[in-house]
């Protein structure tokens, strides 16, 4: 009997903040962001716990900075929930350790070493826009997401 050849599993990837807000703010629009969302939802992101809280922070100060309205963050975050996004439940029991370690190996804040001891620990590529993100995941052979 043959075996059934199995199906290519998803790309996988740690999604940076700074990422996914470039597909929201109009002013922020990246070519490298648009060819990260355009794998979606062949391709499959993981975040840290925290990037669900970044996430609304920065669509909060948006609209308080009038560079958004409550109805255009409706729709856009709809578009994130249906998104293959999935949020890693051990960042927070990494924060003192790991993520600490690495945000002060690397001068990052904490924010973005969770980022990075994910990408570190799933053995995932990161799709960031953040520069120093970028230098520090390189400096520890994180690659970088291709899309």
Not at 121 to 145: C, E, I, M, N, Q
């Amino acid at each position: 009997m043959a075996k059934k050849a199995k199906k290519p599993s998803r790309a996988e990837f740690v999604l940076d903040g700074s990422l996914a807000l470039a597909w929201y703010f109009k002013d922020e629009v990246n070519p490298y962001a648009d060819a990260v969302a355009a794998r979606f939802p062949a391709a499959r992101a993981v975040v840290p716990l925290i990037w669900p809280l970044e996430v609304a922070n920065a669509v909060l100060m948006g609209e308080r900075r009038q560079r958004s309205s409550e109805a255009q963050a409706a729709q856009w975050l709809t578009y994130l929930g249906f998104l293959p996004i999935a949020v890693d439940d051990e960042t927070n029991d990494r924060a003192w350790g790991e993520v600490l370690s690495l945000a002060r190996a690397h001068r990052l804040s904490a924010y973005d070493a969770a980022y990075l001891e994910l990408a570190l620990r799933r053995g995932l590529p990161l799709a960031t826009l953040d520069d120093k993100l970028k230098a520090a995941a390189s400096a520890v052979g994180v690659r970088a997401f291709a899309p």
